[in-house]
């Protein structure tokens, strides 16, 4: 247990390094904004770049992992929906910001870093995989359940163009896609481009664990929402056992990328569902405390989960 103590513990610091230093310097949120336009369009997008462009093709081309990995986190979608919606009769748009809140991890901020600390270079690519084709998939399905629930103004055509834009533009898609290309043609990168790919890659994670903890401290918790009660156990415990059990059942796959996979969805709830619940004017106050409790909570489930995974009480494939 204290090899996962002293492997979470530096990675969390980060995030807490943030928020202390947000709480003390009392800098406005838009100073942040520079800051994520390097972690999103130039830090993320190089490491990804790195990971999927050393790794065989044949590596990459796991469809039954992808499909299983989407499948989980949108089994998890549909249970949380159904409780706000059915069970809760909260509104259509409102349950499906939850879903979110309960399916949507911050992989793209914390799984690169986390995934890679855990389990090393063998989980590069399953992670790079998890955070491309969930964020597509995620960036479809909102704008089409905000339609449904009548949130949604715009014509379809342009909903359906916006979401080609998101998906066909989206940095850390088209640094994977690039990657996919590098790996397939089998081409090396000069040695001073490679240099610069790697120091921007190493400079990722810090950068993206820092910002979260500033974005954190500039969205304090006002009151506790009440479904809290059923979104927190279901990302970060029911989330990532569904997904080792969906995995197991899928295929015979690698046992890192299993674990990889179930790291990612023990994962808190991301930014970006505060910013779907911004964008469409629904939920946001809770979103932003969900983001805040899953966070902070996560400390102890992401350390719980690693330990167990890490001395073999979770075997990584239960049907092997």
């Given at each position: 247990m204290a090899d996962i103590v002293a492997l979470v513990l530096p990675f969390f610091g980060l995030i807490l390094i943030g928020f202390l230093v947000a709480k003390v310097k009392h800098h406005p949120a838009e100073a942040l904004g520079w800051l994520n336009v390097f972690i999103i369009y130039v830090a993320l997008p190089a490491l990804f770049f790195k990971l999927v462009a050393q790794t065989p093709i044949e590596d990459l081309a796991q469809v039954d992992f992808i499909a299983a990995d989407l499948f989980g986190t949108y089994l998890v979608f549909a249970l949380v929906f159904i409780i706000g919606r059915y069970l809760r009769r909260n509104a259509f748009d409102e349950s499906?910001?939850?879903?979110?809140?309960?399916?949507?991890?911050?992989?793209?901020?914390?799984?690169?870093?986390?995934?890679?600390?855990?389990?090393?270079?063998?989980?590069?690519?399953?992670?790079?995989?998890?955070?491309?084709?969930?964020?597509?998939?995620?960036?479809?399905?909102?704008?089409?359940?905000?339609?449904?629930?009548?949130?949604?103004?715009?014509?379809?055509?342009?909903?359906?163009?916006?979401?080609?834009?998101?998906?066909?533009?989206?940095?850390?898609?088209?640094?994977?896609?690039?990657?996919?290309?590098?790996?397939?043609?089998?081409?090396?990168?000069?040695?001073?481009?490679?240099?610069l790919i790697d120091y921007l890659a190493q400079a990722a994670a810090p950068c993206a664990l820092f910002a979260m903890g500033v974005t954190l401290a500039l969205r304090p918790l006002k009151r506790i929402p009440v479904?809290?009660?059923?979104?927190?156990?279901?990302?970060?415990?029911?989330?990532?056992?569904?997904?080792?059990?969906?995995?197991?059942?899928?295929?015979?796959?690698?046992?890192?990328?299993?674990?990889?996979?179930?790291?990612?969805?023990?994962?808190?709830?991301?930014?970006?569902?505060?910013?779907?619940?911004?964008?469409?004017g629904v939920w946001q106050e809770r979103a932003s405390a969900t983001i805040l409790i899953t966070t902070a909570l996560s400390v102890v489930t992401v350390s719980l989960f690693l330990y167990a995974m890490k001395s073999g009480l979770f075997p990584a494939d239960l049907f092997p």
């Open positions: 499906v910001i939850q879903a979110f809140g309960g399916s949507y991890g911050n992989i793209g901020y914390m799984g690169p870093g986390l995934g890679l600390l855990a389990f090393g270079e063998q989980a590069a690519v399953p992670v790079a995989l998890v955070v491309c084709f969930e964020n597509a998939l995620h960036f479809m399905v909102a704008p089409a359940m905000m339609a449904m629930a009548g949130d949604e103004k715009r014509p379809p055509h342009q909903v359906a163009w916006e979401v080609v834009r998101k998906v066909s533009t989206h940095p850390f898609i088209v640094a994977t896609a690039l990657g996919f290309l590098v790996a397939a043609l089998q081409v090396q990168p000069p040695v001073a481009l490679q240099r479904e809290i009660g059923y979104i927190v156990p279901v990302k970060l415990v029911v989330h990532p056992l569904l997904m080792w059990v969906v995995l197991s059942l899928a295929g015979n796959f690698d046992p890192v990328w299993i674990q990889a996979s179930m790291l990612l969805a023990a994962l808190p709830a991301a930014t970006n569902v505060f910013v779907l619940a911004q964008q469409y």
